[in-house]
């Protein structure tokens, strides 16, 4: 079974595209897609600045761990 984890990261607009701003909270509870994408429902949007915005995504468990090892 494969496991993620959900992740909020923020991205800012450069006036052409999206980039990562190279920051992120991770809820690091393992756990299955659909309980990851479930939990995402819970969350409310506010974004009241055009230049930022949080992302919500459910990223394998096993991708985390790469990343953290770099």
């Given at each position: 079974?494969?496991?993620?984890?959900?992740?909020?990261?923020?991205?800012?607009?450069?006036?052409?595209?999206?980039?990562?701003?190279?920051?992120?909270?991770?809820?690091?509870?393992?756990?299955?897609?659909?309980?990851?994408e479930?939990?995402?429902?819970?969350?409310?949007?506010?974004?009241?600045?055009?230049?930022?915005?949080?992302?919500?995504?459910?990223?394998?468990?096993?991708?985390?761990?790469?990343?953290?090892?770099?």
């Amino acid at each position: 079974m494969n496991l993620f984890v959900l992740v909020i990261s923020l991205w800012g607009f450069t006036g052409t595209e999206w980039q990562y701003v190279g920051n992120q909270i991770v809820y690091q509870e393992p756990m299955s897609k659909e309980q990851c994408e479930e939990m995402t429902k819970h969350f409310a949007k506010y974004e009241y600045n055009e230049f930022y915005r949080m992302s919500l995504q459910c990223v394998s468990a096993d991708d985390d761990k790469k990343s953290r090892s770099l």
